[in-house]
């Protein structure tokens, strides 16, 4: 029972425009929200996260939206650049059970010169 | 500097073999975790521990043990019994916010 999903297994992305991966879940207990991303051979890396209470928080060029009624959350990465090729996994937790993240499949980004 | 160590980054093991995967963390965490990677698939948790001499299993834990003496290590055993292990494994620890990763092992059973 996938609670987490990403419905998109690739992206591809033009370098300078605006990369945007989504990711949906079903558990209503969830109230925090991580994205992290992944090169191949290597653990992933936190990007950015989101708490319930919060619709939206960027950090540099990452953004990520929280639509709760919708139990939806998207990244979007502006401008995309090369170095942003990488798989993203959307990550949640119920912050009683802070640490037992669940994660999506993942998403892989490919930015094309 | 702080991190997670996981040894080695690549491990092969015959089939009926039991193999044990490093975790070392000099963060001073409480919480750590051993997650799975397949392709395609999200990580999956296969067990966890929030204080030493503690640890509870996750949602894949059949075929594989965990021990936790010190606050700075975590070891995972893949068993003879995993029916599937050749996968890649995720050591992670939890701060106050994000939760943090080593570098991984890939384990294959040859």
């Known amino acids: 029972d996938q609670q987490v999903k990403q419905n998109s297994p690739s992206l591809s992305v033009q370098e300078g425009r605006i990369s945007i991966l989504n990711c949906d879940y079903t558990n209503s207990m969830f109230d925090y929200f991580l994205w992290y991303k992944k090169y191949p051979a290597e653990g992933p890396t936190f990007l950015i996260s989101?708490?319930?209470?919060?619709d939206k928080n960027e950090d540099g060029r990452f953004t990520v939206f929280l639509n709760k009624s919708a139990k939806h959350l998207s990244l979007h990465i502006v401008p995309s650049q090369p170095g942003d090729s990488a798989v993203y996994f959307c990550a949640a937790s119920a912050l009683d059970s802070w640490g037992k993240l669940q994660f999506g499949a993942g998403t892989q980004v490919v930015v094309t010169p | 500097d702080g991190g997670i160590t996981q040894s080695p980054k690549y491990l092969f093991r015959k089939e009926g073999q039991n193999v044990t995967l490093s975790c070392e963390q000099n963060l001073n965490h409480d919480a750590m975790y051993w997650y799975r990677q397949d392709p395609g698939q999200g990580l999956r948790l296969i067990y966890y521990?929030?204080?030493?001499?503690?640890?509870q299993k996750g949602d894949i834990a059949e075929g594989y043990s965990v021990s936790r003496e010190k606050k700075e290590s975590f070891p995972l055993t893949v068993t003879s019994a995993q029916k599937n292990p050749t996968a890649f494994y995720l050591c992670?620890?939890?701060?106050?916010?994000?939760?943090?990763f080593g570098q991984g092992t890939r384990l294959t059973v040859v």
């Open positions: 521990s929030q204080i030493v001499n503690d640890f």
């Open positions: 989101i708490s319930s209470i919060k």
């Open positions: 992670a620890t939890r701060g106050n916010t994000e939760a943090f």
